[in-house]
């Protein structure tokens, strides 16, 4: 039997030393207004329960964006102050935050330096937009919204219709119903 003692709210100690290291990982988590609330909201604490720092990265420090359905989130970084070679992760959710984001050059180059470095990069339904303004999949299966399919195919992405498309750093799904499988596929790359 196990010593009591030894597990906190059913984690052991091995389980909590392994979270405290993680701890120092950060994941950048791209926000700006009118974002899909549940693509933020639940990668957000998803990545927070197994161990990792969530830094919620905008244009702005500190400024309040706003959820298409009305969520506020406070951004803790610019993303121009981000350092790629800080996080293990990015992760890019959709909604209409992707078009804005995608017209921001420290957005645009803050997913292609994660990508020179072959970090972890997740866009989720309409995220995929920032992977084709940044020019990092040619060649590469994809998948996001239906609705931008044809973006995806024109930047030379292998579109596919499926929960989620893993192609090495890469991991991309379609909608918030993914986001489960999404969120699973981040973390077996992260953890590998």
Wanted: hydrophobic residues 40%; charged residues 30%; aromatic residues 8%.
């Amino acid at each position: 039997m196990k010593n009591p003692d030894k597990i906190i709210c059913g984690y052991n100690d091995r389980k909590i030393a392994q979270q405290e290291n993680k701890m120092t990982e950060k994941i950048f988590l791209l926000i700006e207004n009118e974002y899909r609330d549940e693509e933020v909201i639940y990668p957000y604490y998803r990545f927070k329960d197994a161990g990792y720092e969530v830094k919620i990265a905008g244009p702005e420090k500190g400024k309040q964006y706003r959820g298409k359905y009305g969520t506020f989130l406070k951004s803790d970084l610019a993303v121009s102050e981000a350092n790629p070679d800080d996080a293990a992760a990015l992760i890019i959710p959709g909604g209409y935050a992707p078009d804005k984001m995608r017209i921001n050059k420290d957005m645009v180059d803050l997913v292609k330096k994660m990508n020179l470095l072959q970090k972890v990069i997740g866009a989720i339904c309409h995220g995929g937009w920032m992977l084709a303004e940044a020019d990092i999949i040619k060649g590469k299966k994809v998948t996001g919204y239906i609705s931008i399919a044809t973006d995806l195919k024109n930047a030379g992405g292998e579109y596919l219709d499926k929960e989620v498309v893993v192609d090495g750093n890469i991991v991309t799904s379609r909608k918030p119903d993914d986001l489960p499988a999404f969120c699973r596929a981040i973390l077996k790359l992260i953890e590998v």
